[in-house]
């Protein structure tokens, strides 16, 4: 800096020395891609003397405050992450993560819920474009359609059975749907009676 004279006095010279602060980093890592109700952990960069503040609108922090947090997303649409990253000279960053919540699929299996063991019983969910489909069951065997929307069951065993199928829609979410279902003993009828009769006669 350069003065004027002032009053007969000669001009001078002073030099200000300034210091330029590094600003903080602040980038999110993690998922852009997620289901509805599903848990992602995002983080950013730790540095010595940062302190973070995160904001979320789509869903909640479940856990974390500083470098990690664990989102769980509520809401389907599109969410976004804050973060405003502080260092201990006063300087701050700032940045916005958005991240698309996919629905889930919404599975309700269709057939009886009372049958007798040793039948073959057809079950189903409604069909969706670009969805799979994986059943199992517990005292039966799928006979066809396991990778369906609708199956063919064999039942056996006694007591109960439990019918299930994990739905995975094409955002690669999934839901499991189930369905009890009783087993009814078929009767088993003996017939008594003589072995040996004579022709013509009544027994």
């Known amino acids: 800096m350069i003065t004027t004279g002032n009053q007969g006095c000669p001009a001078d010279t002073d030099v200000l020395q300034l210091t330029i602060l590094q600003q903080p980093q602040a980038a999110i890592s993690g998922l852009q891609d997620v289901c509805l109700n599903s848990q992602e952990s995002y983080s950013t960069i730790a540095g010595s003397g940062y302190s973070y503040q995160w ?7 479940v856990s974390g405050t500083q470098e990690n947090i664990t989102v769980e997303w509520n809401a389907v649409g599109t969410g976004t992450i804050s973060l405003l990253v502080h260092d201990n000279n006063g300087c701050d960053s700032a940045t916005t993560m958005n991240v698309e919540v996919h629905p889930l699929p919404v599975p309700a299996v269709a057939g009886p819920v009372s049958v007798c063991t040793d039948a073959q019983i057809d079950f189903s969910v409604s069909p969706e474009a670009g969805n799979s489909y994986a059943w199992n069951v517990t005292n039966g065997t799928i006979v066809s359609g ?13 007591g109960s059975a439990t019918l299930n199928v994990a739905q995975t829609n094409s955002f690669g979410c999934v839901t499991d749907a189930s369905l009890a279902i009783d087993l009814i003993q078929r009767p088993a009828p003996v017939v008594s009676g003589d072995t040996a009769v004579c022709i013509q006669t009544i027994s």
Do not use: M, R
Not at 146 to 158: D, Q, Y
């Open 55 to 61: 904001n979320v609108i789509g869903g909640s922090i």
């Open 146 to 158: 396991s990778a369906t929307n609708a199956v063919s069951v064999a039942l056996s065993g006694s």
